[in-house]
């Protein structure tokens, strides 16, 4: 009897599948490796992933391999894995926060293979076989985070800075195609390049620093671009605090924007030059902070 049943509930989650499966429209199927250990994992990681009649993820724990459906015209991989990291879960485009896994039950806290290579010195040697290829001993970790954080994190802050001097300009077609450039440098972050500082702030902007890129690329209406900035610049505040940068980089103040409100940006110069005024109110402003992170 205990056989009949458990072929019964195998064959009723299969027809569960099929049934989801048919539901999505313009379906696309990946398969993709997603880190975990036990049923619990099991069940967190496909709760994560599934959206009805847009998504489903059925993840084996045996081979750590998740199977995805999708509607393509509604959503795409990296979205379904950004869920499924931000519950807990490394895969192989994006690392779960360490706060989050942390959190995860002792049974599910699986072995972060892909977890970024630690910076400390003792860390430093105490690495995976994986890394083995990397020649690690003829490398310092220091060294190794560096080559890999900086091209990333310095394609988005340079473009960030080429909006911030458009819009000092108020020019509002430069400002737009700059800020197009930010939004292919933030699609183009490899997550497992990361220091794990940096890949906790990035999963907790990420979505606002992406928003905030594309409205300021579509708006045409160089105010409108402001707006978005003042928000956009909150976000790149975060990152520039956890980053390596080759210069100071100076947090800035307009008290004066906003119906007084004031906002605030970044700049490569401690001169103001005020991206919310351009020529009206050119010197508005005032350093609150020098961020020196070398």
Known sequence: MKSISKILIVITVLLSAIS???????????????????????TTIEKAGNVKNVATVNWNKDTKMATIDYDSKKTNQDEILKRIALAGYDNEKFLAPDDVYAKLSGCCQYDRELKPIATSK??????????????????????????????????IFDNY????????????????????????????????????????????????????AEKIAVA?????????FALLANNMYELAKVSKQETPVYYQHCPMYNNGKGANWLSKEEAIKNPYYGSQMLTCGSVQETINNK
């Open 20 to 42: 989801s499966f048919a539901q999505i429209k313009n379906a696309k199927t990946e398969t993709v490796k997603v880190y975990g250990n036990c049923e619990m994992c099991k």
């Open 161 to 212: 800075f080429s909006v911030k001097d458009a819009l000092v300009k108020t020019d509002a077609g430069t400002s737009s195609a700059k800020a197009a450039e930010l939004l292919k440098a933030i699609k183009a972050i490899e997550m497992t390049k990361l220091s794990n500082e940096e890949h906790t702030v990035w999963m907790k902007i990420m979505k606002d620093l992406t928003t905030n």
């Open 122 to 155: 003792d860390a430093g040697m105490d690495m995976k076989a994986d890394h083995a290829n990397h020649n690690t001993k003829e490398m310092p970790a220091t060294n190794m985070a560096t080559t890999q954080n900086e091209p990333q994190l310095k394609a």
């Open 220 to 228: 045409k209406d160089v105010n409108k671009q402001r707006e978005f």
